[in-house]
Each structure stands twice: as C-alpha cells, then as structure tokens.
C-alpha cells in the first residue's frame, strides 16, 4: 500500500505514452479503488493536476479512433478479413466501455467537471464518426447517466448539459434516433425544461406538464414523433407529447393552460393537413404518409387517454362520496 501512489504515478506515465493505454486505464482504476471512497479525491486531483491525466485521456481518446477507423477501412477493402474484422469490433467496444468505466469513475471520486472542448470530443468521437452502432449506444448511455445525481456518480453540471442538448442533441438526424438515443433526449429535455420552468411537476408525483408553448427543444420532440424510422421510438416521443399535454394539477387547469392544450392539438393538426395537401399535390410518398398515420395516431391516443383519465376521475369522486 505504501507504494501504491508511486504506481499510479508509473501507470499514469505509461499512459501519457501511450503505452498499453487500456491496461494502464485499467490499472490506475484498481489502485484509485484500494483508498477508501471518501480519501479517492486527494489522488484522483493529484492526476488531473500534476500529469493532466483528463487532458490526455481525450486526447489518446481522438489518437484511438483515428488508428481505428483507419484499421477499419483497410478491413473493409479486404472481405476475406470479415472473421477478423468481427472480432476486431468485440475488442473495440472492451477499449471504449473500458475508456467510459475509467471516465465515470475518475470524475464521480475526483468530483471534477468536464469542459465544453472535452464533452465535444466526447460527442463527435464516440456519436458522430462512431465506427460501430454499439459505440454510439454505449456513449448514450453513459451521458444518461450523467444527467441524474446518485451516490458516488458523476453527474453534469446545468451549463454542460444545456450545451449539449441544444448544441448537440438538437441537431441529431430524428430520423434515426435510437432508443438509447430517445432516451437520452428524454432525460435532458425534461430537465432542462423543467429548470427552465417550462414543465411542472404535478403535485406530489414524478408526472410533469407544460405550461408554455415554448419549450427548449420542443421542434425535435416533435419531428422524433413524426419521421423516427423506429415506430418504437416514435411511439415514445407520441407518449411523450401527449403526457405532456394532459397530466393534470390544480394550475394544468386554469383557462391559461387550457389554450397551450388547444395550441398542441391545433399543431397536431396543422401537421397533418400540411401532409394531406402534399399527398394531393405530389402523389402518395413514404413520409407523408407515415406522417398522416402518426398524427392520426397521436390524437387518437390522446383522446383515450383523456376518456380514460375522466372516467378514473369521475370513479374516484364516486368512491368518496
């Protein structure tokens, strides 16, 4: 034990070097865990200090992926290599979950931040030029879990994760957003909404409502509805929405709200006649039509979901009375 900080520091050299990148990851991690967790934060600062171990963490980050998507490419030239080139993702996702275990738990135990540069290198690293799909979901994932505070675990600070929802995820491609992708969304556009006070919370339930029309992010909930290719996905964002737009509170039902509700069914609407009118001009296509049908869809979930909320409301009074 005595040693152990002269390891980290050998280990953290190794990795300056790139030398054996994921195994000294590994290595620092494992001695950073034989401290107690609350005495984690002297080491961990001292690494991010004296060997500016987050600088080269990105930095190796950027190094690995242009090593391997330029093995990537000479793999698909080759089709006699594809075994290879199978085995060859396997262990490229083992470096990048190894790579994102190391950063959660460097940042959760150092109590350190992220930068606006590194969360971008993060981004388009890992999401944008992700070489495997399996990367990009990875990635989703980890940022999930940075937007919601628990015990020992990293989370975002307001001006990092407002950053990325509207620099980053807004401008995703909603076509082919993923679950793991929605999910993310979700998380971040309801938090940031809600700080915003834009959403509430229903009193004394996790149920949130919108009090304005105009919500961060609002633009791309709605475009994930309509064009998602994933129904699964779709059918989220549709839940969504009109969860959004019927949870109820005593301030959901003043004359006020009343017109924000009237506003989102008026938008459901517009959306579906814009599509009609294309259809009657241009002849039937893929997209308007499934715009039709997810319009359609939306409002006939809403209007069972209402029916259905009125009649537990009606019973609920019956029973108390």
């Known amino acids: ?19 054996n990148a994921r195994q000294s990851l590994e290595l620092i991690k494992k001695i950073l865990e034989t401290w107690p967790k609350k005495a984690r934060k002297k ?15 990105f930095d190796d980050l950027v190094g690995y992926k ?10 698909g030239k080759d089709k006699k290599k594809s075994k290879k080139g199978h085995d060859a993702r396997l262990s490229h996702m083992d470096h990048i ?4 275990d190391f950063l959660q738990f460097f940042l959760s135990y150092g109590g350190l931040q992220l930068s606006v540069e590194q969360v ?15 990367e990009r979901e990875a ?19 307001e001006g990092i994760m407002q950053h990325l929802f509207v620099e980053k995820m807004a401008n995703m491609d909603c076509r082919v957003v993923t679950r793991a992708g929605f999910n ?27 009090v304005t029309t105009d919500i961060v992010g609002g633009d791309n909930l709605w475009a994930i509805a309509l064009d998602a290719n994933d129904n699964d996905v779709s059918r989220m964002a549709i839940t969504l929405l009109n969860d959004l737009h019927q949870n109820v509170s005593p301030e959901s039902l003043k004359p006020r709200l009343g017109k924000v509700r009237e506003g989102y069914v008026s938008a459901c609407m517009a959306f579906l006649a814009q599509e009609v009118r294309k259809i009657g001009r241009e002849g039937p296509n893929q997209m308007s039509e499934r715009r039709v049908e997810r319009c359609i869809a939306l409002l006939k979930n809403l209007v069972e979901e209402f029916d259905a909320r009125a009649q537990a409301r009606v019973a609920a009074c019956l029973c108390h009375s």
């Not at 040693?3 to 980290?8: A, E």
Request: net charge negative.
């Open 184 to 210: 993310l969304f979700q998380r971040y556009f309801l938090a940031i909404n809600e700080k915003k006070d834009k959403l509430k919370r229903v009193p004394g339930t996790h149920d949130m409502y919108v």
């Open 97 to 100: 979950k190894t790579r994102l």
């Open 139 to 157: 990635c989703f994932s980890w940022l999930e879990r940075c937007s919601v505070a628990k015990e020992d675990s990293f989370v975002f600070d």
């Open 43 to 57: 080491p961990i600062e001292q690494l991010a200090r004296k060997n500016r171990l987050l600088t080269v963490f």
């Open 1 to 19: 034990m005595t040693n152990r900080g002269q390891y980290l520091e050998l280990c953290a050299e190794n990795y300056a070097k790139n030398v």
């Open 66 to 75: 242009k090593e391997e998507a330029v093995k990537a490419d000479e793999e």
């Open 120 to 134: 971008d290198i993060l981004w388009d690293s890992l999401i944008v030029d992700a070489l495997v799909p399996e």
